[in-house]
């Protein structure tokens, strides 16, 4: 049996809900954050808080002390300053591995469909980094790569709707991409942290809806009652953006590189092998989520 946890972004949307299920079925879970006020302001029972940033490895090592599964659910793509992807994806995954090497632990990485070395997205290439040192490290692994978080995009397209209630639409907006709930995952997450049977295995999961953006923010505003169509940031001042505004800060370059890749590349998915081996993940649609 799992005896102790030790979830690096625990505090945020998907691994909250990890947290939450990890203690409902009585594991001890262990919350790295930077900061102790993005923890739960009540204690639960069965979750500590420690503080801790993946960036510096003898912090990751004393949270990481003791604990049987090291999950990895950091991510630096928004980051300002030192945060980024390759010092949150790439090397705090890597300080997280080996401060689980150091206590006996296994480790649930967290990556993103589509990692890879020669991705056009900086958190790609930096995920990629990430699975291949675990990969070749003698700790065991469960890597779990998802799609696009649905509850994410769609308070982004809600946040930036306006009083007109018309979300922006970075880009043209008609490329179809894979979205997943994040419900959906945590359920999947839990299921690999709490069988070590899933050690050795790249997961991959995806939703139901291959929607462009567009469509997604079709629905956001038919959910909210109102009509007419999104509005459009053109891909002009995206690159703008990538090249200008992203010298100076990196973080919005990076956004602006990888809205354009979602306006472009291709985003869908359709490998359902991850709902047969794990029986009982919901599935939960856009429409769902709105409804
Ligand atoms: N969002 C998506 O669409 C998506 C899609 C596929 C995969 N994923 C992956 O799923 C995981 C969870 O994503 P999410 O959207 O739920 O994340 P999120 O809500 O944005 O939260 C990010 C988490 O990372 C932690 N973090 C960031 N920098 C850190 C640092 N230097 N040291 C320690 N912790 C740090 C934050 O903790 P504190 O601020 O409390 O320190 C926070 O808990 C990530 O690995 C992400 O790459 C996300």
Redesign the pocket.
């Known amino acids: 049996m799992t005896a102790r946890v030790l979830v690096?972004?625990?505090?945020?949307?998907?691994?909250t809900l990890v947290v939450a299920e990890l203690a409902k079925r009585h594991v001890n879970v262990r919350v790295?954050?930077?900061?102790r006020s993005?923890a739960a302001a009540e204690p639960a029972a069965y979750v500590e808080t420690v503080l801790?940033?993946?960036?510096d490895p003898s912090s990751v090592l004393a949270a990481a002390a003791g604990v049987d599964v090291v999950v990895?659910?950091?991510?630096?793509?928004?980051?300002t300053g030192g945060?980024s992807p390759a010092?949150?994806?790439r090397d705090?995954n890597l300080h997280l591995i080996d401060a689980a090497r150091a206590a006996g632990a296994d480790v649930v990485l967290?990556?993103?469909?589509g990692a890879a070395q020669d991705s056009p997205m900086e958190?790609f290439r930096m995920?990629h980094a990430a699975e291949a040192a675990l990969r070749a490290s003698d700790v065991p692994w469960t890597i779990v790569?998802?799609?696009?978080?649905l509850e994410?995009?769609i308070e982004l397209l809600r946040r930036t709707a306006g009083r007109a209630n018309r979300p922006l639409v970075f880009g043209r907006g008609q490329n179809p991409i894979n979205f997943v709930s994040?419900r959906d995952?945590a359920a999947l997450v839990v299921q690999v942290i709490t069988d070590p049977a899933t050690r050795g295995l790249t997961v991959r999961l995806g939703g139901p809806d291959n929607l462009t953006l567009d469509q997604l923010a079709g629905l956001v505003i038919a959910n909210s009652g109102a009509t007419g169509g999104p509005r459009h940031l053109p891909r002009v001042a995206l690159h703008a953006m990538a090249g200008t505004v992203g010298r100076i800060r990196p973080e919005l370059g990076r956004q602006a590189r990888a809205a354009l890749a979602m306006d472009r590349d291709d985003m869908t998915f359709h490998d359902h092998a991850a709902r047969a081996r794990f029986a009982g993940l919901p599935l939960t649609s856009a429409e769902d989520l709105l409804r």
């Open positions: 690096a972004g625990g505090t945020g949307r998907l691994g790295m954050t930077r900061d993005r801790g940033d993946v960036r990895s659910a950091v991510h630096g793509f928004v980051g945060v010092s949150v994806d705090g967290m990556s993103v469909v958190l995920k790569q998802a799609t696009a978080f994410l995009w994040v995952v």
